[in-house]
């Protein structure tokens, strides 16, 4: 992907070229499809949808899903690929009010693999909880660190490669199940569930966090 950047250094454009998810999709997608199912949810909207590949997973298993991505690359390919779905050009830090002009109010929204790409990462909270209907819930997933994998990652000096300073607009937040459900509590949720994906347990890629509207 190329990235653009304005003179404020916030990535302008991630470069969303194709109608390909992410490899995450691979580990992410059937647990938050699962999550959702067992949550018994209709309405859901997808924060940071980037090209629309989740969002295209959520309406194939029946669920009424809007998407929402600041990127206007990612917007473009995911309206024109999945043209029965409503996407909005927005991001967390827009009025939430651009978009329940035209939606009611959501059962649950999810957010896979943005948070930790955010400068402000609790305008995401809060433009999640606008959105919410009464007790909604909002489904985070992001990568994982916790002692095994940091203690893991330092044995085999992989920092630099795991970090990777060297992407515009890669990851400049790196969260805990602590630090996320802190997070998440300082602006009116409560976590009820975690999970973890990808990889052996306590080594795992992503973390998930289920949380509930209070």
């Not at 050009?89 to 948070?115: C, K, R, Y």
């Not at 630090?179 to 976590?191: A, C, D, H, P």
């Amino acid at each position: 992907m190329r990235e653009k950047m304005s003179s404020s250094n916030n990535v302008m454009n991630y470069g969303w070229e194709t109608t390909t998810g992410p490899n995450s999709c691979n580990y992410i997608t059937p647990k938050i499809l699962a999550i959702l199912k067992s949550l018994s949810v209709q309405r859901i909207v997808d924060i940071g949808s980037g090209n629309g590949a989740l969002c295209g997973s959520l309406k194939k298993d029946g669920f009424d899903v809007v998407g929402i991505e600041i990127d206007k690359d990612g917007f473009n390919v995911s309206t024109k690929t999945y043209q029965n779905i409503h996407f909005y050009n927005l991001g967390v830090e827009s009025n939430p009010n651009e978009v329940l002009l035209n939606e009611d109010g959501f059962d649950a929204a999810v957010s896979t693999e943005v948070i930790e790409h955010l400068y402000s990462p609790h305008n995401l909270p809060i433009f999640a909880k606008a959105l919410l209907k009464e007790n909604g819930y909002l489904i985070v997933s992001t990568p994982y660190h916790g002692y095994f994998k940091n203690l893991a990652i330092s044995l085999l000096n992989k920092w630099d490669s795991h970090h990777l300073a060297l992407w515009h607009g890669g990851h400049i937040k790196f969260w805990s199940k602590k630090s996320l459900s802190t997070l998440l509590k300082e602006n009116g949720f409560e976590t009820i569930a975690f999970y973890g994906v990808g990889r052996l347990p306590y080594l795992w890629k992503s973390m998930i966090l289920v949380a509930v509207k209070r």
